[in-house]
Protein backbone atom coordinates (compact mmCIF):
# COMPACT_ATOMS: atom_id res chain seq x y z
CA UNK A 1 0.00 0.00 0.00
CA UNK A 2 1.01 3.15 -0.64
CA UNK A 3 3.04 4.91 2.39
CA UNK A 4 1.83 7.80 4.88
CA UNK A 5 2.24 10.49 2.13
CA UNK A 6 0.49 8.80 -0.59
CA UNK A 7 3.47 7.53 -2.37
CA UNK A 8 2.78 4.18 -4.00
CA UNK A 9 5.09 1.32 -4.14
CA UNK A 10 6.47 0.50 -7.80
CA UNK A 11 4.64 -2.48 -7.90
CA UNK A 12 1.42 -0.68 -7.51
CA UNK A 13 1.94 1.85 -10.10
CA UNK A 14 0.04 0.96 -13.07
CA UNK A 15 0.83 2.57 -16.44
CA UNK A 16 -2.94 3.44 -17.21
CA UNK A 17 -2.85 5.74 -13.97
CA UNK A 18 0.72 7.13 -15.02
CA UNK A 19 -0.58 8.28 -18.48
CA UNK A 20 -3.78 9.42 -16.94
CA UNK A 21 -2.14 11.55 -14.60
CA UNK A 22 0.38 12.72 -17.77
CA UNK A 23 -2.73 13.40 -19.36
CA UNK A 24 -3.37 16.98 -18.03
CA UNK A 25 -1.03 19.65 -20.20
CA UNK A 26 0.22 21.27 -16.61
CA UNK A 27 1.32 17.75 -14.99
CA UNK A 28 2.73 16.83 -18.34
CA UNK A 29 5.41 19.95 -18.41
CA UNK A 30 5.74 19.67 -14.85
CA UNK A 31 6.92 15.67 -15.40
CA UNK A 32 8.99 17.18 -18.58
CA UNK A 33 10.44 19.90 -16.55
CA UNK A 34 12.08 17.19 -13.94
CA UNK A 35 12.91 14.95 -16.67
CA UNK A 36 14.93 17.44 -18.17
CA UNK A 37 16.54 18.12 -15.18
CA UNK A 38 19.74 16.31 -13.48
CA UNK A 39 18.73 13.21 -11.41
CA UNK A 40 17.58 13.77 -8.46
CA UNK A 41 16.62 17.09 -8.79
CA UNK A 42 14.13 18.25 -6.32
CA UNK A 43 11.68 21.92 -7.12
CA UNK A 44 9.39 23.58 -5.33
CA UNK A 45 5.86 24.03 -6.62
CA UNK A 46 6.24 27.53 -6.82
CA UNK A 47 9.06 27.75 -8.68
CA UNK A 48 7.54 26.38 -12.02
CA UNK A 49 5.56 29.35 -12.05
CA UNK A 50 2.16 28.26 -13.71
CA UNK A 51 -0.82 30.54 -13.15
CA UNK A 52 -2.93 28.68 -11.17
CA UNK A 53 -4.11 29.08 -7.93
CA UNK A 54 -2.55 27.25 -4.76
CA UNK A 55 -5.26 24.74 -4.33
CA UNK A 56 -5.52 23.93 -7.84
CA UNK A 57 -1.65 23.58 -7.93
CA UNK A 58 -2.04 21.26 -5.02
CA UNK A 59 -4.21 18.92 -6.39
CA UNK A 60 -2.10 18.20 -9.87
CA UNK A 61 1.22 17.25 -6.90
CA UNK A 62 -1.03 15.28 -5.30
CA UNK A 63 -2.27 13.34 -8.60
CA UNK A 64 1.17 13.37 -9.77
CA UNK A 65 2.47 11.77 -6.41
CA UNK A 66 -0.41 9.42 -5.88
CA UNK A 67 0.26 8.10 -9.56
CA UNK A 68 3.78 7.29 -8.03
CA UNK A 69 5.49 9.93 -11.18
CA UNK A 70 6.82 12.58 -8.24
CA UNK A 71 7.86 12.16 -4.53
CA UNK A 72 7.56 14.64 -2.49
CA UNK A 73 10.07 16.14 0.30
CA UNK A 74 9.58 18.22 2.67
CA UNK A 75 12.25 21.38 3.01
CA UNK A 76 11.77 22.66 6.44
CA UNK A 77 8.53 25.35 5.51
CA UNK A 78 7.88 24.09 1.44
CA UNK A 79 7.72 21.10 -0.38
CA UNK A 80 9.79 20.18 -3.34
CA UNK A 81 8.97 17.47 -5.64
CA UNK A 82 11.72 15.08 -7.46
CA UNK A 83 11.41 12.78 -10.34
CA UNK A 84 11.21 9.09 -9.41
CA UNK A 85 12.86 8.31 -12.69
CA UNK A 86 14.96 4.61 -11.61
CA UNK A 87 11.52 3.46 -9.98
CA UNK A 88 9.40 4.95 -13.19
CA UNK A 89 12.36 3.50 -15.55
CA UNK A 90 12.55 0.28 -13.69
CA UNK A 91 8.40 -0.55 -14.07
CA UNK A 92 8.25 1.25 -17.45
CA UNK A 93 11.05 1.38 -19.65
CA UNK A 94 11.39 3.97 -21.81
CA UNK A 95 8.42 6.19 -21.03
CA UNK A 96 10.19 9.02 -19.24
CA UNK A 97 12.55 9.31 -22.09
CA UNK A 98 9.21 9.81 -24.48
CA UNK A 99 8.12 12.51 -22.20
CA UNK A 100 11.17 14.33 -22.19
CA UNK A 101 11.51 14.25 -25.81
CA UNK A 102 8.06 15.30 -26.45
CA UNK A 103 6.56 18.80 -25.66
CA UNK A 104 3.41 19.04 -24.22
CA UNK A 105 1.72 21.64 -26.01
CA UNK A 106 1.98 24.21 -23.04
CA UNK A 107 3.62 27.41 -23.30
CA UNK A 108 6.62 26.97 -21.77
CA UNK A 109 7.02 28.74 -18.26
CA UNK A 110 9.95 30.87 -16.55
CA UNK B 1 -3.77 18.56 -41.02
CA UNK B 2 -5.99 15.89 -40.31
CA UNK B 3 -7.53 13.58 -43.52
CA UNK B 4 -11.09 13.24 -44.55
CA UNK B 5 -11.59 11.25 -42.17
CA UNK B 6 -9.87 12.28 -38.88
CA UNK B 7 -6.91 10.82 -39.45
CA UNK B 8 -3.78 12.87 -38.33
CA UNK B 9 -0.87 12.42 -40.11
CA UNK B 10 2.11 11.03 -38.01
CA UNK B 11 3.57 14.92 -37.81
CA UNK B 12 0.55 15.99 -36.13
CA UNK B 13 0.22 13.42 -33.31
CA UNK B 14 0.99 14.50 -30.07
CA UNK B 15 2.56 12.49 -27.66
CA UNK B 16 0.16 14.21 -24.59
CA UNK B 17 -2.79 13.89 -26.91
CA UNK B 18 -1.90 9.78 -27.45
CA UNK B 19 -1.53 9.54 -23.27
CA UNK B 20 -5.36 11.32 -22.69
CA UNK B 21 -7.02 9.03 -25.15
CA UNK B 22 -5.05 6.35 -23.50
CA UNK B 23 -6.14 7.44 -20.09
CA UNK B 24 -9.50 5.61 -20.30
CA UNK B 25 -9.62 2.28 -19.30
CA UNK B 26 -11.95 1.20 -22.27
CA UNK B 27 -9.82 2.98 -24.78
CA UNK B 28 -6.57 1.12 -23.32
CA UNK B 29 -8.19 -1.80 -23.40
CA UNK B 30 -8.83 -1.46 -27.05
CA UNK B 31 -5.07 -0.71 -27.87
CA UNK B 32 -3.56 -3.21 -25.84
CA UNK B 33 -6.30 -5.68 -27.27
CA UNK B 34 -5.01 -4.65 -30.56
CA UNK B 35 -1.26 -4.35 -30.01
CA UNK B 36 -1.54 -8.09 -28.85
CA UNK B 37 -2.66 -9.08 -32.52
CA UNK B 38 -0.77 -9.48 -35.49
CA UNK B 39 0.56 -6.37 -36.93
CA UNK B 40 -2.24 -5.03 -39.29
CA UNK B 41 -4.80 -6.89 -37.57
CA UNK B 42 -8.59 -4.84 -38.56
CA UNK B 43 -11.49 -5.44 -35.48
CA UNK B 44 -14.80 -4.33 -35.45
CA UNK B 45 -15.72 -2.09 -32.48
CA UNK B 46 -18.04 -4.57 -31.67
CA UNK B 47 -16.14 -7.28 -31.30
CA UNK B 48 -14.39 -6.02 -28.36
CA UNK B 49 -17.79 -6.69 -26.51
CA UNK B 50 -17.96 -3.63 -24.38
CA UNK B 51 -21.05 -3.04 -22.78
CA UNK B 52 -21.49 0.32 -23.25
CA UNK B 53 -23.92 2.18 -25.74
CA UNK B 54 -23.09 2.32 -29.38
CA UNK B 55 -22.97 6.11 -28.97
CA UNK B 56 -19.97 5.66 -26.05
CA UNK B 57 -18.34 3.15 -28.14
CA UNK B 58 -18.38 5.54 -31.36
CA UNK B 59 -17.05 8.23 -28.91
CA UNK B 60 -14.38 6.49 -27.66
CA UNK B 61 -13.31 5.15 -31.48
CA UNK B 62 -13.51 8.73 -32.18
CA UNK B 63 -10.74 10.14 -29.47
CA UNK B 64 -8.51 6.71 -31.00
CA UNK B 65 -8.85 8.19 -34.17
CA UNK B 66 -8.15 11.73 -33.70
CA UNK B 67 -5.48 11.27 -31.34
CA UNK B 68 -3.66 8.92 -34.15
CA UNK B 69 -3.86 5.82 -31.95
CA UNK B 70 -6.60 4.02 -34.46
CA UNK B 71 -6.90 3.74 -38.34
CA UNK B 72 -10.79 3.03 -38.95
CA UNK B 73 -11.30 1.45 -42.20
CA UNK B 74 -15.08 0.74 -43.88
CA UNK B 75 -16.27 -2.86 -44.74
CA UNK B 76 -18.67 -3.29 -45.81
CA UNK B 77 -21.74 -1.87 -43.61
CA UNK B 78 -19.00 -2.05 -40.59
CA UNK B 79 -16.14 -0.54 -39.89
CA UNK B 80 -12.99 -1.65 -38.46
CA UNK B 81 -10.20 -0.13 -35.88
CA UNK B 82 -6.50 -1.51 -36.67
CA UNK B 83 -3.48 0.07 -34.29
CA UNK B 84 -1.46 2.74 -36.46
CA UNK B 85 1.36 0.24 -35.13
CA UNK B 86 4.70 1.33 -37.65
CA UNK B 87 3.57 5.10 -37.41
CA UNK B 88 3.23 5.59 -33.42
CA UNK B 89 6.49 3.10 -33.18
CA UNK B 90 8.32 5.83 -35.31
CA UNK B 91 7.37 9.00 -33.42
CA UNK B 92 7.07 7.37 -30.09
CA UNK B 93 9.22 4.41 -29.71
CA UNK B 94 9.04 1.53 -27.21
CA UNK B 95 4.79 3.12 -26.35
CA UNK B 96 3.03 0.30 -28.01
CA UNK B 97 5.08 -2.11 -26.59
CA UNK B 98 4.62 -0.76 -23.11
CA UNK B 99 0.88 -0.72 -23.32
CA UNK B 100 0.71 -3.95 -25.01
CA UNK B 101 2.95 -5.44 -21.85
CA UNK B 102 0.77 -3.85 -19.11
CA UNK B 103 -2.41 -4.64 -18.40
CA UNK B 104 -5.33 -1.54 -17.70
CA UNK B 105 -7.13 -2.57 -15.17
CA UNK B 106 -10.41 -3.60 -16.55
CA UNK B 107 -11.40 -7.01 -16.94
CA UNK B 108 -10.69 -8.68 -19.86
CA UNK B 109 -13.40 -8.80 -22.34
CA UNK B 110 -14.38 -11.43 -24.24
Do not use: W
Request: aromatic share 4%; proline share 7%; glycine share 8%.
Amino acid sequence: MPDAEGHPAPAEMTLRTLLAALADPLRYEVVRSLAQEADGAARTCASFGFPVSKSTLSHHFRVLREAGLIRQVDRGNSRAAALRRDEIEARFPGLVGLVRDNPGGMADTP
